[in-house]
């Protein structure tokens, strides 16, 4: 199998695979969000702390 090519076992292949379903899972999640909050036209929590880093530091140089 592929993954004794890897050097992998059965299980960590397993454990590779949940993770990698839950970042993905996360990372749409979180897209979904944003999107929907453009949408709505409010700011998400990205641009609110970066707001937040030039109103206390000053303009970015």
């Excluded at 993954?3 to 990698?20: F, K, Q, Y």
């Amino acid at each position: 199998m592929i993954w004794n090519e890897l050097g992998m076992s059965g299980g960590t292949a397993l454990i590779v695979l949940a993770s990698l379903y839950f970042v993905m899972k996360w990372a749409v999640r979180n897209g979904i969000r944003e999107a929907h909050q453009r949408m709505n036209g409010e700011r998400g929590w990205l641009r609110r702390l970066w707001d937040g880093v030039i109103t206390d530091h000053g303009a970015v140089e």
